[in-house]
């Protein structure tokens, strides 16, 4: 199966991190996908995972040129509900990088492109597939903390110093579909469908980054009543020992899983406890495995709605009130 990577702007490891675990992939070239893209890095990290692409200057003309089968799609978040659409018509799978689009019309021509090229597509949500998150859901799979009831996860990065991409919200899509995604991510996974979401996000304290956004909370309601809150921000101190401090916390109605620093401990009829770590998985590997199942439609369906709520909570955050999730 082949490879070719769109963009240097996004996590396109995740693919180099693939390529060493199935030999039958083979990453064959790569390309900017946004002006002034550097493909450096990708090249870089190829060849240290011994891959030896060809290089191109224009995406369109390399899947001209190439026989390819899967695009990994991250160029600026704004170009990428593009660049998949075109993919996807050209009847490739598509791994994107998150959000997959940055305003709800560019979402729906995604959609649509989706269901009309019966190719599979599904976004870079690499934290559904780490350790801690298959144990805590192992755990509820298990029954452990009963029905799940209330959830709540946070994301919180180091700010450093941003390039132009993050200057313009129109460009980077702001906080709340970039970080906050993530953890919204854990918790439709783990909570059910949205119902309603309400979001905040401020500019504030941003170190001279333009209109990149540093604060952000949301709220929502899904199914059956299941209350959700996520908080993300930029404000990880610079002496901190990791860039990211990722946390979750899922209450039940027989007890509580917590996760933070990649460990997860359980809370029921018996004392605190920490839990063993089940395997991770690669996220592209997630979605290469699903084609031709009915696990490939849900992985997309999970991708579009998780998009779709953290564009709702923006566009929420902005109106200053409670976005309705219609679908």
Same mark, same amino acid.
């Given at each position: 199966?082949?490879?070719?990577?769109? =963009?240097?702007?996004?996590?396109?490891?995740?693919?180099?991190?693939?390529?060493?675990?199935?030999?039958?992939? *083979?990453?064959?070239?790569?390309?900017? =996908?946004?002006?002034?893209?550097?493909?450096?890095?990708?090249?870089?990290?190829?060849?240290?995972?011994?891959?030896?692409?060809?290089?191109?200057?224009?995406?369109?003309?390399?899947?001209?040129?190439?026989?390819?089968?899967?695009?990994?799609?991250?160029?600026?978040?704004?170009?990428?509900?593009?660049?998949?659409?075109?993919?996807?018509?050209?009847?490739?799978?598509?791994?994107?990088?998150?959000?997959?689009?940055?305003?709800?019309?560019?979402?729906?021509?995604?959609?649509?492109?989706?269901?009309?090229?019966?190719?599979?597509?599904? =976004?870079?949500?690499?934290?559904?597939?780490?350790?801690?998150?298959?144990?805590?859901?192992?755990?509820?799979?298990?029954?452990?903390?009963?029905?799940?009831?209330?959830?709540?996860? *946070?994301?919180?990065?180091?700010?450093?110093?941003?390039?132009?991409?993050?200057?313009?919200?129109?460009?980077?899509?702001?906080?709340?579909?970039?970080?906050?995604?993530?953890?919204?991510?854990?918790?439709? *996974?783990?909570?059910?469908?949205?119902?309603?979401?309400?979001?905040? *996000?401020?500019?504030?304290?941003?170190?001279?980054?333009?209109?990149?956004?540093?604060?952000?909370?949301?709220?929502?309601?899904?199914?059956?009543?299941?209350? =959700?809150?996520?908080?993300?921000?930029?404000?990880?101190?610079?002496?901190?020992?990791?860039?990211?401090?990722?946390?979750?916390?899922?209450?039940?109605?027989?007890?509580?899983?917590?996760?933070?620093?990649?460990?997860?401990?359980?809370?029921?009829?018996?004392?605190?406890?920490?839990?063993?770590?089940?395997?991770?998985?690669?996220?592209?590997?997630?979605?290469?495995?699903?084609?031709?199942?009915?696990?490939?439609?849900?992985?997309?369906?999970?991708?579009?709605?998780?998009?779709?709520?953290?564009?709702?909570?923006?566009?929420?955050?902005?109106?200053?009130?409670?976005?309705?999730?219609?679908?």
């Amino acid at each position: 199966m082949n490879i070719a990577i769109i =963009g240097s702007s996004g996590h396109y490891a995740f693919a180099l991190r693939a390529l060493p675990l199935r030999p039958d992939l *083979q990453l064959v070239s790569v390309a900017p =996908g946004s002006p002034r893209e550097d493909m450096a890095p990708v090249l870089a990290g190829a060849e240290k995972a011994g891959a030896h692409p060809a290089l191109y200057q224009d995406w369109r003309a390399m899947l001209d040129a190439e026989r390819v089968d899967v695009a990994v799609v991250n160029p600026w978040f704004c170009d990428a509900a593009d660049v998949s659409i075109a993919c996807l018509e050209r009847g490739l799978h598509v791994f994107s990088e998150k959000p997959l689009a940055t305003t709800p019309e560019k979402l729906e021509a995604l959609e649509a492109a989706w269901r009309a090229s019966g190719r599979a597509l599904h =976004g870079m949500f690499n934290l559904r597939c780490c350790a801690w998150f298959n144990t805590v859901k192992k755990a509820i799979d298990d029954g452990l903390i009963g029905e799940v009831r209330q959830l709540h996860g *946070q994301k919180s990065y180091k700010l450093g110093h941003r390039s132009e991409l993050y200057f313009r919200r129109d460009t980077y899509g702001g906080i709340i579909p970039w970080v906050a995604i993530h953890a919204l991510d854990w918790l439709l *996974q783990l909570g059910g469908e949205c119902e309603w979401i309400a979001g905040v *996000q401020d500019s504030h304290c941003n170190r001279g980054h333009g209109e990149l956004e540093v604060t952000s909370a949301l709220v929502m309601r899904m199914a059956n009543g299941v209350i =959700g809150t996520v908080d993300a921000d930029f404000l990880r101190p610079d002496g901190a020992p990791r860039h990211d401090d990722d946390r979750l916390r899922v209450t039940g109605t027989r007890g509580m899983l917590e996760a933070l620093d990649g460990r997860v401990f359980l809370e029921n009829e018996a004392p605190r406890r920490e839990l063993p770590l089940e395997p991770e998985e690669n996220c592209l590997l997630v979605m290469l495995d699903a084609i031709g199942t009915p696990r490939a439609e849900k992985l997309a369906l999970d991708a579009l709605a998780v998009t779709r709520a953290a564009l709702l909570a923006r566009e929420a955050g902005d109106r200053r009130t409670v976005m309705f999730n219609r679908r």
